[in-house]
């Protein structure tokens, strides 16, 4: 069992009807996405968009339902929560997320998602890009993601000439790491691993879905409703994501972005700016949480120790 806390400091204390309220409103909100997945899961039915929310990020539809309170609150009458890492149980009974009391893998991983948001904060948006990166992960193959479930919309040679006519400026490693050999060469920028902090930018709709990433990663030091605001926020990127790709996902009730035209761009970096700004707060209240977390350890070297941090899927798209 965790050690109590010493004194009870004052914060805000919710009672065991208003904190499992919130926990049950946020289950309810969270299941628009989570059932469909489960259904369509047990019907072996896969999905060219949603899939991606419950596949290459690592966090299961179980785990997005279950609410934590985050830090800053402490819940009475929650004694099934005390034993979650970094709750603490204080003399008056009541539990509390403690980041002093949390594991030292998940202030090591606060620090880097501390450093990475701060550095990408720092950036102005790059609206150039017009979601490229999908057209060059099937740019000359036949090995073509959803191949066996979504058509190319412009066929194999409409998608080659679209590549080939575009300025590619792509700054998200782990979109760029799934080009083809032959795209790869085509891109302005050479993103790596090692590079992330360095070139990471707010315009990028890879970098936005992922702050789903760190509000999950960082979990139970994130509140669930920030954890759900940012899912929320990727559910409709990755939409435009898919939209702007050279899928036809017409049998799936999706129009497209016709990028290859100038008004499809026109529509896109509209959007993209669109997800930026939504983006802006949910970044800040993560910087936050993660330096909040990260300054309970701050021993020398901590701010580097997750730089080798890896996606959680197989694939981007």
Not at 170 to 193: I, K, M, Q, S
Request: charged letters at 25%.
């Amino acid at each position: 069992m965790p050690t109590p806390s010493a004194p009870t400091t004052a914060v805000p204390v919710l009672d065991g009807a208003a904190w499992r309220a919130r926990a049950a409103a946020h289950r309810e909100r969270v299941a628009v996405w989570t059932v469909p997945h489960r259904e369509r899961r047990r019907r072996g039915e896969p999905h060219p968009v949603w899939d991606f929310l419950f596949t290459y990020y690592s966090h299961r539809p179980a785990q997005l339902e279950r609410w934590n309170p985050g830090p800053g609150v402490a819940l009475a009458d929650a004694a099934e929560l005390a034993d979650r890492p970094g709750h603490v149980t204080r003399p008056d009974g009541t539990v509390l997320f403690d980041p002093a009391a949390a594991p030292a893998r998940l202030r090591t991983t606060a620090a880097f998602v501390h450093r990475l948001l701060t550095a990408t904060r720092s950036r102005a948006p790059r609206l150039g890009c017009f979601g490229l990166h999908e057209w060059a992960m099937v740019y000359r193959t036949d090995d073509a993601r959803h191949r066996d479930t979504v058509p190319l919309r412009l066929g194999r040679a409409g998608t080659d000439a679209v590549v080939e006519s575009a300025r590619i400026s792509c700054t998200h490693y782990d979109a760029y790491r799934f080009f083809t050999d032959a795209a790869a060469p085509r891109n302005e920028l050479v993103p790596t691993r090692e590079r992330q902090v360095e070139m990471e930018q707010p315009g990028c709709l890879h970098a936005t879905m992922d702050l789903y990433k760190w509000a999950y990663k960082l979990a139970p030091a994130v509140p669930s409703e920030v954890v759900a605001d940012c899912f929320a926020l990727a559910a409709d990127v990755r939409e435009l994501d898919m939209r702007a790709s050279p899928y036809d996902l017409s049998a799936h009730g999706f129009d497209p972005v016709p990028i290859e035209t100038p008004a499809g761009r026109a529509e896109y970096a509209r959007a993209q700016a669109g997800f930026a700004e939504r983006a802006a707060p949910l970044r800040e209240e993560l910087i936050d949480l993660a330096g909040r977390l990260a300054g309970a350890d701050d021993r020398p070297g901590n701010d580097d120790g997750a730089a080798g941090e890896v996606p959680d899927g197989p694939a981007t798209a």
